[in-house]
């Protein structure tokens, strides 16, 4: 049987779920628990200090009214504060407020706990010297949307992350999140975004932070007894752009207390842009309530550059640089290194060097000389195509029926095969593996993954031919 206080409880949420948006309700009031109903005292749990002010701050005067329909007059609030682990003796930290009293409620007493000081707010990318308030957002000036190549491979996210920077926090881009492999520029586009936005609002508070950034500041600021200064911090930006999130893996501290900023920014409309190496739906070690936060706005990936696009960036910074390089030449380079924009930016960059040291012309010769060697190093990640024409040779089928929309099994076999390997051999995203293999979504590719591992437990012929895909494909 319910307790007293959790079907009271439910009562009082009904009302509230009808007087709030659908996401603050989700945010401040699914995490509540109902802890005890006595003497007309009821006792609220709430995760964090920050979770408390914020329900002063903006619900008391429904949750008030709540209470005084639900259970009378005379009712009292009291909230349970689950404490930060760090403070590890302390009892959990209560606040009694009685709900009745005409003072404002923020002015009752309130037992203070450690962390909870009010200092000046310690902003750890403050310029000291300057007085006013000023955040140094972090940006290279180099990484503009102008420098960044539009191509079929970022078509997509490059304009949405430009609308962002045209109205931040007023598109439905909320989070806007960029995902991709290593070198395919999520950290460039991120930033660009963040330099449109100050040359369009200077007034407008931007901040670049890459995650592990992030979480070092936090563990910092925990340790010091600084956490809430550093949560307001956070608190007051306008556009606030997280790189490399994947970082927060594993890291339940760190993911609580962005999930508050997060919240506390969405809230307000303020603009959050966040760039990871996969998808929201493939991150692991993220808690749900935060992955499911990702994928409010839009979530888009930058996929490996086509051969057009190569040739766009090799000529863009050729021309930045001021150096004329013959197209033939481009055209070797831009043919032989195809992963990913930092390499094609490397090989570049080891031509010029190779040719200035040298003395020498950047010529043909020189440019096949270098390239040689730097695909001989750096051994090529496996292509998708490569892993469809693997697998269809194994199995004496043309590849193009992967595209055909037949049910045959042993088609819908070699393409979830086909997925698997994808998967486990590259570093390409669900949706892209999906896109290019059948034209899939990412969800059939995540049920072929799981088909694939299963059929390997209990099919010892499918293992078979699993293990001699496997030794081909790394011939
Ligand atoms: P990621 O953060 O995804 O690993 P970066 O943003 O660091 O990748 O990009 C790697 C390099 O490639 C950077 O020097 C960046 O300027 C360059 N780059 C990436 N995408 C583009 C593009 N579309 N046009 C021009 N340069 C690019
Ligand atoms: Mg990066």
């Known amino acids: 049987m319910a307790k007293m206080c959790e079907k009271v409880w439910s009562k009082c949420l009904e009302i509230i779920k009808d007087n709030v948006p659908k996401n603050s309700y989700k945010t401040w009031f699914e995490p509540i628990i109902p802890l005890d109903l006595e003497d007309n005292i009821l006792i609220i749990q709430v995760p964090s200090t920050f979770f408390y002010e914020f329900i002063e701050e903006q619900f008391i005067d429904l949750l008030k009214k709540t209470l005084h329909k639900v259970i009378g007059p005379d009712v009292k609030l009291e909230y349970h504060v689950v404490m930060e682990h760090n ?84 598109t439905a881009f909320n989070p806007l999140f960029i995902y991709g492999g290593s070198g395919l520029g999520k950290t460039h586009l991120g930033q660009a975004i963040g330099i449109e936005v100050k040359t369009r609002y200077p007034e407008k508070v931007v901040l670049y932070v890459n995650a592990n950034k992030f979480l070092t500041q936090y563990m910092e600021a925990t340790r010091n007894n600084n956490r809430n200064d550093f949560i307001h911090f956070y608190q007051m930006i306008d556009v606030l752009i997280v790189d490399d999130v994947q970082y927060f893996a594993k890291k339940d501290g760190t993911q609580e207390v962005f999930f508050h900023i997060f919240n506390h920014l969405h809230q307000h409309n303020k603009q959050l842009v966040l760039t990871s190496d996969k998808a929201p739906v493939e991150l692991s070690g993220m808690e749900q ?70 003395k ?52 819908v076999q070699a393409r979830q095969i086909a997925m698997f390997f994808a998967k486990s051999m590259t570093k390409n995203s669900l949706a892209a593996i999906g896109a290019s293999i059948g034209g899939k979504d990412h969800a059939t590719v995540l049920h072929a993954c799981k088909t694939v591992n299963n059929l390997i437990e209990t099919d010892k012929k499918f293992k078979k031919d699993l293990k001699e895909i496997e030794k081909r494909l790394n011939m």
Request: one cysteine or more; hydrophobic letters at 35%; charged letters at 30%.
């Open 360 to 411: 020498k012309e950047i010529t043909m010769e020189l440019a096949k000389d270098m390239i040689d060697k730097l695909v001989k190093s750096t051994r090529r990640e496996i292509s998708l195509d490569y892993i469809q024409k693997i697998v269809c040779n194994y199995f004496s089928m043309p590849v193009e029926i992967l595209s055909s929309k037949t049910r045959k099994r042993e088609i």
């Open 87 to 170: 403070v590890s003796s302390e009892k959990p930290y209560t606040v009694k407020i009685p709900a009745k009293d005409k003072t404002p409620l923020s002015n009752t007493p309130v037992q203070v706990p450690l962390d909870f000081e009010r200092k000046s707010i310690v902003n750890p990318f403050i310029i000291p010297g300057i007085k006013k308030l000023h955040v140094d957002p972090q940006l290279n000036p180099d990484y503009t949307f102008d420098n960044f190549v539009e191509g079929d491979c970022n078509r997509l996210v490059r304009s949405a992350g430009y609308a962002v920077a045209e109205n931040p926090g007023k």
């Open 289 to 358: 309530r935060l992955l499911s936060r990702f994928k409010w706005g839009l979530s888009a990936d930058l996929q490996e550059p086509d051969f057009e696009t190569r040739i766009k960036v090799l000529k863009k910074k050729t021309y930045k640089d001021g150096i004329e390089i013959e197209e033939e030449i481009l055209e070797y380079i831009a043919s032989h290194v195809t992963s990913n924009m930092r390499e094609l930016e490397g090989a570049l960059i080891s031509l010029l060097a190779q040719s200035t040291l040298n």
